[in-house]
């Protein structure tokens, strides 16, 4: 039995929830998300709580409702407080601008690279080295955040490219002098 999907979800104040048939639609002072569901699950609303009940005891259905339970979950908290991902830029002459919808960064190429927002999606420039990606679709602040990092991975001896502000980057040690012996 899955102990996520048993959990009931609380809905806050200014959050609506509403199912119709397979689709949950989430509506919020952020945004409005909607998701449709597959399979043996039901999802019902009662007492300003959401629960995701299954149909029948099949390890599908067991791993769907724990599944389905967190992604309303995210909905539910992106449409009231939304998520955010942070990324730092390292490197020699790097730095960031944001020119209206665009992003525009000097990432050591011959040339700027220009990203465009998606929408749901906003950016935030605090220093020249940082970047933060607000959106209420967690999954949508995740791909834009993992799509912006893969312009210039993290170069492994100096730490130049673009990773999460709370990421760890592994440094490799460069080459070592020694006196040969004779």
Not at 46 to 64: C, G, L, M, P
Not at 80 to 107: A, E, P, R
Not at 137 to 160: F, Q, S, T, W
């Amino acid at each position: 039995m899955s102990r996520i999907g048993k959990l009931s979800i609380e809905i806050p104040a200014g959050v609506s929830v509403e199912v119709n048939n397979n689709v949950v639609t989430v509506k919020g002072p952020k945004a409005t998300l909607t998701r449709e569901f597959f399979g043996n699950i039901a999802v019902e609303v009662k007492d300003n709580q959401v629960h995701v009940i299954r149909k029948d005891d099949t390890t599908d259905s067991n791993a769907k409702q724990g599944l389905y339970r967190q992604l309303i979950h995210n909905m539910v908290v992106g449409v009231k407080d939304g998520f955010k991902k942070s990324l730092t830029v390292k490197g020699v002459g790097y730095k960031l601008n944001k020119q209206g919808k665009k992003l525009v960064m000097n990432l050591g190429f011959s040339h700027p690279v220009e990203f465009e927002e998606v929408e749901g999606i906003s950016f935030e420039i605090p220093d020249n080295n940082t970047i933060i990606v607000n959106g209420a679709d967690k999954e949508l602040v995740g791909a834009v955040a993992a799509k912006l990092k893969a312009i210039r991975p993290v170069e492994p001896y100096h730490g130049y490219g673009i990773h999460y502000t709370n990421e760890t980057v592994i440094m490799k040690a460069g080459k070592s002098t020694g006196k040969k012996k004779k």
